[in-house]
């Protein structure tokens, strides 16, 4: 890469100055004289960084800045597996979270670097922003816009010249991931390596030896081969949508987030320094995607732990009576109603949603067992910290950044060869579902009819 060294001079140019104006009574190389020497690691990024809290109890603190930083994010994980992977065991893990939900690449890096002392470690998560997956996720998966219309379905629309909006958002994030510059290089790639410039010109990474590591994103969905997603859709129930989450549109949306890891990883390595690299989190999510083979519909709206995504962007309320009794569940407690009685109901809504206030309510009884009802109700727009539970759809759940934390951890462990720690291995990923419609013995070889 031509420009590499070129830039690397610029640096090399402004470090003496940036190092000298650095405060060095209070930080030398990431060590804090001040108190017991630490080492000092951040984490920025975006949502996928910051883990998206979406109540006060599971903050990370007090969100006073509103970037929803979760108590459990990947980042906290790999906080508390410090003494697993740190070059040096005498120090103090110092670690400094930063990552904002809805931050992009470039100054809003900048802006977290600002934030952080004199890091020897950092791990950045973002790019998923530029890109904008979001109302692509919403056009073609939640369409929770009540007032729109999001015209023609994935499946009856052209893919060259589409006019509904699902369509259409796909192709704008595909452009986003493969437009090229005039010089013929990708510009996501491009975007993701100035802001590696940046960080590596930034004065507090600047003659301190620090290390630079990527994540990418997950993919959201599982294998194709499930067809059972087919019928199902993703869609709010106060809107009008009818996307069902058929297996052409799930596989796009895989490739996307595929580009975006591949314009992250290439970025990395075009630097061809050791201190920059790419850590690939997708297999953290492999048998926990959305519409894995086996799974019922309740497993993909989180009322089970076999899917590690958030979906159903909405704060709810489920009240679902059997005769005398009534039994609430609400997304405050993440208590739930038991699989067999939603799965029995679910297929089953009784009349439209009605609009109650700011909230839509609506009743499923199974004709079959009419003394259960059950009663949906979702508050679409919340405010506060409760907007948390609609912008942590399509991120990780607490499992989800655990197997994340764990992937960063073991790669951390070998980066800083703590070959004395050879005890960190990732859980194995669990056996496949039987498919539907097929039985598995203890073999696992499904039978299918
Ligand atoms: C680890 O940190 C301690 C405390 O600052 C320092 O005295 C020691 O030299 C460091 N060890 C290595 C191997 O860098
Ligand atoms: C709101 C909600 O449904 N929460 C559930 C999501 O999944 C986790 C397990 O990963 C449960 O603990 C929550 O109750």
Redesign the pocket.
């Known amino acids: 890469m031509p420009q590499v060294p070129h830039i690397a001079l610029l640096g090399l140019a402004s470090l003496l100055p940036v190092a000298l104006a650095y405060p060095q009574n209070t930080v030398t190389n990431g060590i804090s004289s001040a108190a017991e020497p630490k080492f000092i690691f951040g984490a920025i990024g975006d949502s996928w960084g910051s883990g998206v809290t979406w109540k006060s109890s599971n903050q990370f603190d007090d969100n006073s800045d509103s970037c929803m930083r979760y108590k459990y994010a990947w980042s906290t994980v790999v906080n508390d597996a410090y003494a697993q992977w740190t070059p040096n065991t005498s120090l103090e893990p110092g670690f400094e979270f930063k990552a904002c939900s809805g931050s992009h690449l470039g100054d809003d890096m900048m802006n977290q670097m600002d934030q952080l002392t004199r890091p020897k470690l950092v791990i950045m998560e973002a790019g998923g922003n530029d890109a904008n997956f979001y109302p692509m996720a919403d056009a073609c998966l939640f369409q929770k816009d009540h007032n729109k219309a999001y015209g023609t379905s994935y499946e009856d629309d052209s893919a060259e010249n589409p006019t509904g909006e699902c369509r259409k958002e796909i192709n704008l994030v595909r452009g986003r991931l493969q437009e090229k510059n005039a010089e013929g290089n990708n510009n996501m790639q491009n975007t993701v390596e100035q802001t590696i410039h940046r960080w590596r010109d930034h004065k507090a990474v600047v003659g301190n030896e620090a290390s630079l590591f990527l994540l990418g994103y997950a993919r959201f969905f599982g294998p194709d081969f499930d067809e059972a997603c087919d019928k199902w859709n993703f869609n709010v129930f106060w809107g009008s949508g009818t996307q069902h989450v058929v297996s052409a549109m799930r596989k796009e949306f895989n490739e996307l987030v595929g580009l975006m890891n591949d314009a992250i990883r290439m970025a990395t390595e075009s630097f061809n320094d050791v201190n920059i690299d790419y850590i690939d989190i997708d297999p953290a999510l492999q048998g926990h995607r959305f519409c894995e083979p086996g799974q019922s519909k309740y497993d993909q709206?989180?009322?089970?732990?076999k899917v590690?995504l958030w979906n159903s962007p909405g704060k709810w309320f489920l009240t679902v009576k059997e005769g005398d009794h009534i039994e609430t569940y609400d997304?405050d407690t993440?208590?739930?109603p038991s699989e067999d009685t939603f799965n029995m109901l679910i297929e089953h809504p009784e009349g439209e949603p009605r609009q109650e206030g700011d909230d839509y309510i609506l009743a499923f009884r199974n004709p079959s067992v009419p003394d259960i009802t059950m009663e949906w109700k979702i508050t679409p727009q919340g405010s506060g910290n409760t907007g948390g539970s609609i912008a942590r759809t399509l991120h990780p759940?607490?499992?989800g950044h655990n197997r994340i934390g764990q992937i960063v951890t073991q790669r951390l462990s070998q980066f800083y060869s703590r070959s004395d720690n050879p005890t960190i291995i990732l859980p194995p990923n669990p056996p496949a579902p039987c498919p539907l419609g097929c039985t598995c013995g203890s073999s696992g070889v499904p039978l299918c009819t």
């Open positions: 709206l989180n009322w089970s732990n590690y997304a993440d208590s739930s759940t607490q499992d």
